[in-house]
């Protein structure tokens, strides 16, 4: 079955880049399915971030959609996020996920395990 | 965005209880509505999908129902495994937002 496995710094300095990469494995990324990222600041809820489906097409949550880059690596069966101007409010657990289904009925089926990023200089 | 509302925000819970979690939507989603539940350190996993749709491996003990604004989870027979965070989300418009949680603690 198909898995899902975040990797990246746990660590990055106000004003710079957060980047996160996500390894497909047990499935291609070339599947008919969107990739998601989403966040979860220590105690709180979740965020969507954004997906991209295998062509390079991408969604983007407006509220950070300035600042966020999702991309597809097809040889390495991976995407990965690149967040921008980070801020401490951006430190929490980034989390990959597959999203199913088609028009308005979809759903993140299969999850990563989470990787916590902590903003501070 | 369209905002989702749950509550109670917490609720305590013997084993072998009825727990219902209600979640609402700031407009009409049609039946665009999932559940997840999340226990400590570890990622969301599906419950339910389509507002009333169990996901693959889910125990029938989990049902969901609703349509519109008004979504309920309802869990029959509360087991051990079960005291987490749930969370729905819908997936009418983009983004996809999720409500802010019901943690079901142990009584």
């Known amino acids: 079955q198909v898995q899902l496995q975040e990797s990246g710094p746990g660590l990055v300095k106000p004003s710079g880049t957060l980047s996160l990469t996500c390894a497909v494995s047990?499935?291609?990324?070339?599947?008919?399915?969107?990739w998601s990222w989403v966040r979860q600041p220590p105690g709180k809820g979740l965020e969507w971030i954004g997906e991209?489906?295998?062509?390079?097409?991408?969604n983007y949550n407006p509220s950070l959609k300035s600042r966020v880059t999702i991309s597809v690596d097809k040889s390495k069966n991976q995407f990965s996020l690149k967040l921008s101007s980070v801020t401490a409010a951006d430190t929490a657990v980034y989390y990959c996920a597959r999203r199913r289904g088609a028009g308005y009925e979809y759903y993140m089926d299969v999850w990563g395990k989470g990787t916590t990023v902590t903003v501070s200089s | 965005d369209i905002q989702m509302t749950q509550s109670p925000s917490s609720l305590s819970a013997s084993v072998g209880d009825r727990v219902t979690i209600t979640c609402r939507a700031s407009?009409?989603?049609?039946?665009?509505l999932n559940w997840y539940q999340q226990k400590p350190g570890k990622a969301p996993k599906l419950l339910i999908f389509?507002?009333?749709s169990l996901q693959s491996g889910v125990p029938s003990r989990f049902r969901g129902s609703g349509s519109g604004t008004d979504f309920t989870l309802t869990i029959s027979r509360l087991q051990p495994e079960d005291f987490a965070t749930y969370y729905c989300?819908?997936?009418?418009?983009?983004?996809?937002?999720f409500g802010g949680g019901t943690k079901v603690e142990i009584k």
């Open positions: 047990g499935g291609s990324i070339s599947s008919s399915n969107w």
């Open positions: 991209i489906y295998h062509s390079g097409s991408t």
């Open positions: 389509a507002a009333s």
């Open positions: 989300q819908q997936s009418y418009n983009t983004p996809p937002t």
């Open positions: 407009q009409s989603i049609s039946s665009y």
